[in-house]
């Protein structure tokens, strides 16, 4: 139980076109979802927060109309990069709350890497 | 502020041997505590919680960890590592204020080599 996945795993653009990544809970509903990025050899950055049904919450420094998320059903959220560039190429892995007990467990997708050139 | 640190960049152990990757943390009220591996190229897996109760949890893979509130520690532990155990670990504890424990924090993680 508890798996989430990410569809593509791994994409090449060109630079000025726009991406879509998709984040699925594949069998428990998830009302928050999360988007992060990582770098090589570092650790996980925290983009923005994506509620089902509401407009997602950005941390400081991401660009909301960079980085556009959907979350339309329980069950999926999308990021999108628009007008990707050569620096939003990234590892970016989202992640998926389940309530277990009387706190929320994160679930962690497989990962998209994003390359642009 | 809430704040997670593994001292160690790197942890290197032969197989078969016991291994700890060491994490200490600074959070108000109780802790919430998480352990993930992250193998090559690939996603955040989670390995075990500490919510509350017992300080020994034990989790995925034959891991465990220890959760100390005087050391303010959560040291993930095994008692024989595998070469497949090589990956990256990180120790994550909610971020203060967050509703869930959705928002975690992340540190740099440990590298842990596991040689034949």
């Known amino acids: 139980g508890a798996v989430v996945s990410q569809h593509p795993s791994w994409v090449i653009c060109k630079s000025g076109t726009s991406v879509k990544i998709e984040c699925r809970s594949l069998d428990f509903q998830a009302t928050t979802m999360f988007w992060y990025r990582q770098f090589p050899k570092q650790s996980l950055m925290l983009m923005a927060t994506?509620?089902?049904?509401?407009?997602?919450?950005?941390e400081q420094g991401v660009e909301k109309d960079k980085f556009l998320i959907n979350h339309a059903s329980l069950t999926l959220s999308t990021l999108t990069v628009t007008s990707a560039h050569p620096e939003d190429s990234s590892f970016y892995i989202c992640s998926a709350s389940l309530r277990e007990g009387p706190r929320e467990t994160q679930y962690f997708g497989p990962g998209t890497r994003l390359l642009v050139l | 502020a809430q704040s997670v640190a593994q001292p160690e960049d790197q942890v290197n152990v032969a197989e078969g041997n016991p291994l700890t990757v060491k994490c200490t943390y600074s959070?108000?009220?109780?802790?919430?505590l998480f352990w993930y591996v992250q193998y090559p190229n690939r996603g955040l897996q989670f390995l075990l919680k500490y919510i509350t109760g017992d300080n020994l949890v034990k989790g995925s893979y034959g891991f465990e960890a220890e959760f100390n509130k005087s050391q303010t520690s959560f040291h993930l532990k095994k008692p024989s590592a595998l070469v497949s155990d090589s990956a990256l670990y990180f120790c994550a504890p909610p971020r203060k204020g967050s509703s869930n424990t959705g928002k975690l924090i992340f540190g740099q993680g440990t590298t842990l080599q596991v040689k034949p």
């Open positions: 959070v108000s009220g109780n802790p919430y």
């Open positions: 994506s509620n089902e049904g509401s407009k997602a919450t950005y």
